[in-house]
């Protein structure tokens, strides 16, 4: 389907709106601190926020809409939202554990790489118990720069001692995926309803969610997934 030479030997899962909904918490996090500062939080600006650490990501929205707030205010005021959320309507993406179960099952390294802070990610992974499944979780605080930029990918696929050519990727955001291919990966482009409208460019696949079977395809010999029913 992808082609005879491919060789994919490990996947490395972007965490926030990919393995759980803690994009969208913070997206409506993001639209009541713009509410309560008579403010609007567009498409286009949470596209442009979407898979940026949350320093840069607040401060992107405060140079948007010239708010007199410092980055520290609003990071802590949009922290406290987010964490209210998190207690009530936290939950993993569907096709998470499936995808999670046929990797195991066919003894294919994994590993997570997200922009957010580490006391955030093993907070989050902890929930459900996930940080073991994993090989290492790779953190804002492991890279000095960003996604975009592909560093945290390319330290992902050292890590786990292949070359970036034989590491899948997956992600959720525009940002993310421009990281991922920048870094030389494998990159499969999850969307969900905060990034339909995102842009993937490079992307050798769009899947549906992580439920869609042609995820496990590229991996030779990988067994089915199998679907809760």
Known sequence: MFG????????????????VNTEELDQQAGQILLERRGRFFSNDLKRRMMGLPPPAAFQLMIEEHD???TLQELKTEGEQLLEEALD?????MPGLH???DALERAGIPKAVATSSPRTFAMNILGRFDLAPRFRFVLTADDVTR???????????AERLGVQPVQMMVLEDSENGCR????????????PAKHSHDHRFDGAH??????????????????????YAT
């Open 88 to 92: 009530h309507r936290l939950r993993t």
């Open 4 to 19: 005879a030479d491919l060789c994919l030997q490990a996947v490395v899962f972007d965490l926030d709106g990919l393995i």
């Open 98 to 100: 499936a995808l999670l």
């Open 179 to 190: 990281a991922a291919v920048q870094a030389g990966a494998w990159v499969v482009a999850v």
């Open 205 to 226: 696949l769009v899947a549906d969610s992580l439920d869609d079977p042609r995820i496990l395809q590229v991996f030779p010999n990988s067994p089915p997934q199998t």
């Open 67 to 69: 708010l007199r707030d």
């Open 146 to 156: 960003a996604k975009p930029h592909p560093e945290i990918y390319r330290k992902a």
